[in-house]
């Protein structure tokens, strides 16, 4: 599986998009990215996954240029509600939910 | 989405004695569960995979005897801290995969506190 890195932390105001970036640079041709949030004591909950370009839903976006070497979870004007953590994941499709977390990214959203 | 549930949240326990935390598909039906530990201000661990109907996988580091696992039925996986100690103590999650692009749903977590 692919390691990956990312920011240890973030902050943000209420209101603010949220780009937040991780660099996977031996990312397969089969793999997938994948990202997560997790609140204090909660399991994570599937936030979006790509494979290339773009993906949107109606959380987040999903931006993953040509090489395929990073990808960038957007978070469109964000509420202190999205204090949280936000983890990216490298595998293929989800591995079937075998997941092996990096540190992922603690995001501090102030009003 | 697909639900996972866990049983319980929260337990505490006395030290050397044998906590079961119960791990729930309640809308599918899943083949593999998997278990994590996690520390507090620290990532995901991935402990073991639980398959229905067979042995579990450990991963290394990861003691089989203390931490017993049991997939009985589709929609149903056990873990069993044994002889639990306070080092134990930890944030234990269980996740199952679903739905066509197959992504992971997590339970909400049981915090075991051994004292």
New interface residues.
């Given amino acids: 599986l692919a390691k990956t890195t990312q920011p240890i932390s973030m902050d943000s105001y209420e209101g603010q998009e949220v780009n937040i970036t991780c660099s996977h640079n031996n990312i397969a041709t089969n793999d997938y990215i994948?990202w997560y949030q997790q609140f204090p004591?909660?399991?994570?909950?599937?936030i979006i996954?790509g494979y290339k370009t773009k993906v949107t839903n109606e959380v987040a976006s999903l931006f993953i240029p040509a090489d395929r070497k990073s990808s960038t979870l957007s978070l469109p004007r964000v509420s202190l509600s999205d204090t949280a953590v936000y983890?990216c994941l490298v595998g293929e499709?989800?591995q079937?939910?075998?997941?092996?977390?990096?540190?992922?990214t603690e995001l501090s959203v102030k009003p | 989405?697909a639900v996972?549930s866990?049983h319980p949240s929260w337990v505490i326990c006395k030290s050397g004695t044998s906590v079961k935390i119960e791990c729930r598909s309640l809308d599918f039906q899943a083949t593999?569960?998997?278990w994590?530990r996690q520390f507090p201000k620290q990532?995901?661990?991935?402990m073991a995979?639980s398959n229905e109907g067979s042995k579990a996988t450990y991963e290394q580091g990861v003691e089989k005897d203390k931490f017993l696992i049991n997939h009985a039925s589709l929609t149903l996986s056990t873990l069993t801290v044994t002889s639990a100690h306070p080092e134990d103590s930890s944030?234990y999650?269980?996740?199952?995969?679903a739905g066509a692009?197959?992504?992971?749903?997590?339970?909400?977590?049981t915090?075991l506190t051994v004292v």
């Fill in positions: 994948t004591s909660q399991g994570p909950r599937f996954q983890y499709g989800n079937g939910g075998k997941l092996i977390f990096g540190q992922g | 989405g996972v866990q593999t569960m998997f994590y990532s995901l661990m991935l995979t944030f999650i269980c996740s199952a995969s692009m197959g992504e992971a749903f997590f339970g909400q977590g915090r």
